[in-house]
T-cell receptor
Framework: NAGVMQNPRHLVRRRGQEARLRCSPMKGHSHVYWYRQLPEEGLKFMVYLQKENIIDESGMPKERFSAEFPKEGPSILRIQQVVRGDSAAYFC?????????????FGPGTRLTVT | SQKIEQNSEALNIQEGKTATLTCNYTNYSPAYLQWYRQDPGRGPVFLLLIRENEKEKRKERLKVTFDTTLKQSLFHITASQPADSATYLCALASGYSTLTFGKGTMLLVSP
């Protein structure tokens, strides 16, 4: 059973370009969470999605950032017009979401570098 | 504002000893608390979950306590091994299934 998959693992973008990060949850999981981790900082929650629905986007910056989890295919975190401050590791996690006590399974992360 | 505090300084211990990591929180009433392990360059890995009505949870060499009066969780690794060296994160439930993480404490176990 494959775990959570993220790609690309490393992404380099110039300022002003767009970054697209993909996350395929574990088989059987329909709930996806995105987190951002800056150097020396903790994981910061960004957004929680179920298939075709955004459940909680309270951690998502209001501008330039968007996320989706379509009926078919991976979840996408999209960052438009990237700036140097967007450089970070972005992790996605998934679970079955049956109740609030399920642990989250994390992917290996995408390391975004903005030059 | 809500705050989760973990020791920012690395904890250095000798192999075979018990490691104890602390997680304190303020302005928060979590339904449950989780501990994760994170190795450099990798995603966190779930270790243990403890609910607000539970005082203690064990799994092999790991033990977690949860004191909602003190607003504190302690994470213990007994008979520690060099392979236990990693950063350990505590996380509190927030809303649906969303988690709020502490910054983590690095544990270094020397042979």
């Amino acid at each position: 059973n494959a775990g959570v998959m993220q790609n690309p693992r490393h992404l380099v973008r110039r300022r002003g370009q767009e970054a697209r990060l993909r996350c395929s949850p574990m088989k059987g999981h329909s709930h996806v969470y995105w987190y951002r981790q800056l150097p020396e900082e903790g994981l910061k929650f960004m957004v929680y999605l179920q298939k075709e629905n955004i459940i909680d986007e309270s951690g998502m910056p209001k501008e330039r950032f968007s996320a989706e989890f379509p009926k078919e295919g991976p979840s996408i975190l999209r960052i438009q017009q990237v700036v140097r401050g967007d450089s970070a590791a972005y992790f996605c996690a998934s679970n079955a979401g049956q109740g609030i006590t399920y642990e989250q399974y994390f992917g290996p992360g995408t390391r975004l570098t903005v030059t | 504002s809500q705050k989760i505090e973990q020791n920012s300084e690395a904890l250095n211990i000798q192999e075979g000893k018990t490691a104890t990591l602390t997680c304190n929180y303020t302005n928060y009433s979590p339904a449950y608390l989780q501990w994760y392990r994170q190795d450099p360059g990798r995603g966190p890995v779930f270790l243990l979950l403890i609910r607000e009505n539970e005082k203690e949870k064990r799994k092999e060499r790991l033990k977690v306590t949860f004191d909602t009066t003190l607003k504190q969780s302690l994470f213990h690794i007994t008979a520690s091994q060099p392979a236990d060296s990693a950063t350990y994160l505590c996380a509190l439930a927030s809303g649906y299934s969303t988690l709020t993480f502490g910054k983590g404490t690095m544990l270094l176990v020397s042979p």
